[in-house]
Structures are given as C-alpha cells and as structure tokens.
C-alpha cells in the first residue's frame, strides 16, 4: 500500500463549510448509516474497508476522487474494552487528518452501547495533534427511529434504554439510562449559550431533528468540535453543510440477492421471520444461531466465509447484510477495499456498490439490528428485485471479479 508522510498543520479556530469530512464509527453499519445520510445532500461517501489496519495513507483509496467527499472508517471497537477503543478510535481519526479532513464527527450508537466515553477520548487525543483545544459534545438522539435524549435521559420509544433490549444486549449492555452515568465527567450542555465557556466534555438533549439542527449551529462554529452522535446528528450536519443534489440513483439490480444477519436483535429476528415466509425466489438468506460461547467476530467471520461462497458460486447482484460484524467481516472476505455509499433506501439502510475483490460492482445494502418493521427486510428485496437493470456502472477488467 503507498504511504506519504504527512505533517498536518495546526488549523485555526473559524466557521467555513468543509469540503471533506472525517467520520469514524464503532462498527460498519453504524458508519456506513451515519456516512450515507450525507449522500442525500450533494456528498460523495467513501467507506474504507481496512479501517484502522492501513500502515499510513492510500493514495488511491483515501485521497477524494472529488470535491465534497465524507471519508469513513468503521473502527469495530463496540465490543473492545475501554483501553482498546481509545486506541483504535485514536488511529482512525489520525488516517483521516492526515488524509485532510476538515470536521470531525464520531459515530456511537445511538442507544450508547459500548465504550462510548474510550471512543470520544481516543478521538479528541488524536484531533488535538491538529486542534490544540478540542471539545467534543455528545447527542445520540435518532429521533426519526425513536431514539431521544430527555432530562439528560436517553429514551426508545419514550422507555429508558435500559429497560430495553439495548439493556439486555449480550455482548454490550446499557447499564443506566442517564448520560450523567454513561459518561462521567462530562457537562449537560445549557439550552443556550456560545461555546467558548462550555467545558470540553458535554452531551446534549434532543427531541427531534429540530433540536438536532439547532445543535449544529455550535458544532458549526468550531473545526475543533467533534460531533459525536448517531445517524441523527450526522443527518442534521449533511443539512447544515449541503450541496446540490446529485442524480438520482436506481437501485434495481439483476442476479440473486443475498441476505445475511448477525445480529441477535429480536428485530432483526422477526424481520427474517417475514423475509423467510415470502419465499421470494431469488434469495438466499443466511443467518447464524444464537451462540453465547463464541465471540461476535467469530461468529461473523464464519457468516463471511458462507456468504463469499455464494458470492463465488453463482451470479449475485446484491447483498443486504444486517448487523455490524458481519458486513465488516462479509467485506474483508471477499477482499473489498471500500464501499462506494451513493443513496439510502429506508431510514437506517445504506447503499452502495462494493469496490475491488471478488465482489466489485455489486450493490451492497446494509442495517443496523435493532431497527425497522418487521417487514423491513422484505420491502428492502422488493426495492432490488423491481425491475432489473444494468444500472451498475460495468466492471473495469483490471478489477474484474476473480476467485
């Protein structure tokens, strides 16, 4: 891989609109949500695969093909310990300041499952080499999926998270449901105020995307501000910091879809329920049962490897992948090195076109677990078996599939 050594230099305090956006998430699908919301306001979205394991910068791969481009990086960092998500959230956001981003936003999950206050550290630890002041101010809130932050309480559906399945998650539970305790040391930030007298750690409340627009104009003001939140948040940045919209992306594809989950959400589980009851022709469904004893990224690398024969075996057009570990897993498997995001077909689903390996050119769809109807699934198959067409743009053959 190319490397160039880079001296970022210190970026002064001021309120320009960027024209490269960093972002850094605990697992795949949550960057490839928070990154795709962005393609509905005039951005490109570039999702690296090797994420945090590239030794420097890929000319080719990091460096925009154009202007006004959001670079991502999926850091799988939910299931790690603190220390651990410090330090690869810390090498991310380094990849992406040297690579030129101007603003920093740090994706976590939107019901704060996992090392949230490792990832918010590791991240200001690494924009601090190039912002002498960073501050971070937090808001998980996903109103347009139910997920909100009342009284510095963060609530599904108007229930605490904890008293959820985000409570009873097995790899990485919610233990409380107030910010106040899920991220010691930080401040409630006021209902009003500028920001040079706020502290350098705050999380703020949001009801609806109304307040989440209002949060921008502070996280607008200051390069040294890094945005930390859900699809939520980014979506209100992709408002506040929008381009003219692109052409309109069709998403039917020829060839058989594959679907895979590994997520052990009780969403997903009813989603595959329906899926499973349609009987569509042309789809494959591939799960994983529930298996406490192994890891989630066992677990996933053994999906992957079952997806990548299918892939190998017979002409897929598309994948839809639900859950974190296993698109990320799917994706290093079939020896991609990034994912073009070009649209969004449902709240919470991504999509894009799979770019080099065995795979490239095919249309990849991804979702978080725990959201949706229950017919999600079925409705996102119907969105890609409707009237096929050869709207991917062909393989070139230095890039061809190969086995």
Known sequence: MPTIVSHPQVVETGSEVPTMIGLVADDFTGAADSAGVFTQHGWTVRLLVDGVDADGIDTETDAPAEPNT??????????????????????????????????????????????????VSGAMDAWGATHPTPRAIVSPAFPAQGRTVVGGVVLVDGTPVDETASGRD?????????????????ARLPSTGALPPLPARTYADAQTDGDLDALTHLLDQDPAVVAVGSAGLASALARRWRHPAKPAVRHAVGGGIVVAVTSLHPVSARQVSELAASARPGV?????????????????DELAKRVSALVKAQDVGALVVVGGDGVASILRDLRATAVSID?????????????????????????????????????LVSLLQSTPTSQNPPVPLTEGRTS
């Open 170 to 186: 097995p790899f990485a539970p919610v233990a409380s449901s107030r910010l106040a305790d899920l991220l010691p040391g930080f």
């Open 70 to 119: 959001v670079l991502a990086i999926a850091t799988g960092s939910r299931s790690l310990s603190q220390a651990d998500a410090a330090d690869v959230t810390a090498r991310a956001v380094r990849r992406l300041a040297a690579a030129g981003v101007q603003r920093l936003f740090v994706k976590v999950d939107s019901t704060m499952r996992g090392p949230v206050p490792a990832q």
């Open 343 to 379: 649209d969004v077909l449902e709240a919470g689903c991504p999509t894009g076109t799979i770019v080099g390996g065995v795979a490239h050119g095919v249309r990849i769809v991804s979702k978080s677990g725990g959201f949706g109807s229950p017919s999600a699934l079925s409705n």
């Open 284 to 300: 494959d469904i591939v799960t994983t049962p529930a298996a406490p004893d192994r890891s989630p990224a066992r677990v996933a």
